[in-house]
């Protein structure tokens, strides 16, 4: 059994969502997962990170995301240090606003988790000692916030968090290496299809983005998202048109047709089977 680290133990008891763990060093810990997820900087030294069976050897500046479910340890550590940015992103719903639209955000958070044997973890972010510095400060900030706990505190902290976010994921975009490069040519596809979304999706221009086989492709994005790329953007569809369904008083149809589809029985048919509503019940819902 596989040890979970519950939300109640390790955010403070207000309930605001985002902690910070210094490990200097990181003690043995044991295999386990979380009730939330967690933003990794290595911060100095060496050691393994286990996830499941495969282990990756650890050094300095390297960053990494650990999705909640995903069992993980470290071992034959020597004096390994980090920095744990525990956070639990429904609990933040945070807007994410222009965030998609860099390569670099889907690399880092979807694609590098979930690639990562195809890549043995050379797709890695690996921060300058510049970048470390920046976000080491970054951190540090978030950490004061955190440990006054002002008024406005939740605000403050929500605002840097999201700057460390965006700022890693500005880093990843620069990454040199060639197995980060191909996971951003992955990422180019997917801030594709969340700008276009509403346009007829052209396949051969996504593998041609990619530069991989349409396979190749396949697999790896299907690995990655969990979805293939035609289901991918059905969700994007279903999801913007729920954020009109609450917005706006246009009719199902029209929206339907505004986020990229050309049938409205489809849509709702979609759309049902994704929140296990109808569009109009939805909004009905949302209206109260
Ligand atoms: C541990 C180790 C784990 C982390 C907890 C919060 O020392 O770093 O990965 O989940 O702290
Ligand atoms: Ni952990």
Redesign the pocket.
């Known amino acids: 059994m596989v040890r979970i ?1 519950k939300k109640d133990d ?1 955010f403070h008891p207000d309930g605001f969502p985002i902690a910070v ?1 210094r ?1 200097d060093p ?2 043995p ?1 044991g295999l ?1 997962a ?1 009730e939330f997820s ?1 933003l990794v900087i290595i911060t100095g030294g060496r050691g393994l990170h286990v996830t499941g069976q495969d282990s990756w050897q650890l050094g300095t500046g390297d960053v990494f995301v650990i999705g909640g479910s995903r069992p ?1 340890d470290y071992l034959n550590m020597e004096n390994l240090r ?1 920095i ?1 940015v ?1 956070f639990d992103q429904e609990d933040l719903s945070i807007e994410l606003m222009d965030l998609p639209s860099l390569a670099g955000y889907h690399a880092l958070f979807h694609l590098e988790p979930a690639w990562r044997k195809r890549h043995d973890f050379k797709s890695r972010l690996r921060l300058t000692p510049t970048d470390m510095k920046i976000s080491v400060g970054l951190v540090d900030e978030l950490d004061g916030e955190l440990n006054k706990r002002n008024a406005g505190f939740g605000f403050l902290a929500t605002a840097i968090f999201m700057q460390i976010v965006g700022f890693l994921s500005r880093c990843y975009g620069r990454s040199r290496n060639t197995d980060s490069r191909a996971l951003l040519r992955i990422a180019r596809t997917i801030t594709h299809l969340e700008s276009h979304y509403a346009d007829a999706i052209n396949l051969d221009e996504l593998v041609d983005m990619s530069q991989m086989s349409k396979r190749s492709f396949l697999r790896a994005f299907e690995a990655a998202m969990g979805y293939t790329p035609i289901a991918y953007v059905i969700q994007l569809r279903i999801a913007r048109a729920a954020k009109l369904l609450c917005q706006t008083d246009d009719n199902v149809t029209n929206i339907a047709y505004s986020v990229g589809f050309n049938d409205s029985n489809y849509f709702s048919r979609q759309f049902r089977k994704h929140f296990g509503i109808t569009p109009r019940a939805y909004r009905q819902h949302h209206l109260k």
């Open positions: 680290l390790w763990e490990r990181q003690e810990f386990h979380h967690e993980h980090l744990n525990l």
